[in-house]
């Protein structure tokens, strides 16, 4: 990481107040009042292993200001942080996985409500990440703009080898789809009228002659749901590399209210027959919108992101980022019920260093 500061007058090292801030959101600390707080209450030892070193003047420990930390956290490259969280928590995984897997990845935007103030509009975030949970990337949409333009540069900087990218409507781009097969991506893509030719080609095709590919019935929220998911194969469709063309019918029935809702959705696949089982592509279709529960719900919820009045400079999607790699640290370590997960760590200032690796 780049250190924003002047050479004069640096008295702690970018290392160590990154290492704190990286250790205060996996223990639960929610605002900079609370990052302040944390390192205060830290035990010597504590700090000393986030990187801090003893004053040379009176020999003893001497712990960052609150307003230090907010000003190096304003002042910080927030792509050169989510790259640097992109690369750590693949790193720290370490998982097996066959060379030939495929692996999904999905790609949605967030708009972080509580950075709007009367004089800017709130700052939006595009993420791609893992179904465990993971950002891989983050780039914040510049101002009067939309996700479109930083969907290349989101995935520059992560392995797209055997991936699967998934997202929302806006991103089915013929461009989108010739960056992603030309790094050795796949990608499942959703078909709507604003490419009218491709989907009235995909949604007029004879699907009730075509034979059930996947079904699933499941009972939740208090409602019944149905899913059934078809393919056809292309040999040519207008769309780099389209191999495929799916029909995915919902049904949702609220026991409560009685209603009956129905909706199809039409996509396209470059993954060729045979590639992926009807039970995997709809795994990774419904598995899309994890992004939303296990990562924006979250933040929301949990870190409450939302009711946060944080809006100077970087600051933001500095802590939009934090709060991505404590929850991407808290998913590797087979954590479902984050704000659990938050109050463990809490308790004892070893396990959010042991999260990152640090040992006194």
Known sequence: MPDPRDRRGRRHPLSALLAAAAAAVPAGSRSLAAFGEWITDAPRWA?????????????????????????????LDGDALDAAIGAFLPARAARTRKPDALRPIAVDGKTVRGSCTRT??????LAAMTRSGEVLAQRQVADKSNEMPLFAPLLNGVDLTHAVITADALHTQHGHGTYLRSRGAHYIAVVKKNHAGLFSRVR????????????ERNRAHHRDEIRRLKTAAFLHLDYPDARQALHVVRWRGDRSSG????????LITSLPPGAATGAQLASWIRGHWGIENLLHRVRDRTFREDDSKICTAQLPGTMASLRNLAIGLHRQDGQKNIAAALRRAARDYRRPLALLG???
Do not use: C, N
């Open 358 to 360: 640090l040992t006194g």
């Open 259 to 266: 209603k009956l809702t129905i909706e199809r959705v039409y």
């Open 120 to 125: 800017q509009v709130a700052i939006s975030l």
């Open 47 to 75: 700090v000393r292993t986030l990187g801090f070193a003893p004053d040379p003047l009176i020999g003893q420990m001497v712990v960052p200001h609150p307003a230090t930390v907010r000003r190096v956290l304003a002042r």
């Open 204 to 215: 007029t095709l004879p699907w009730r002659e075509i034979k059930l590919d996947h079904y």
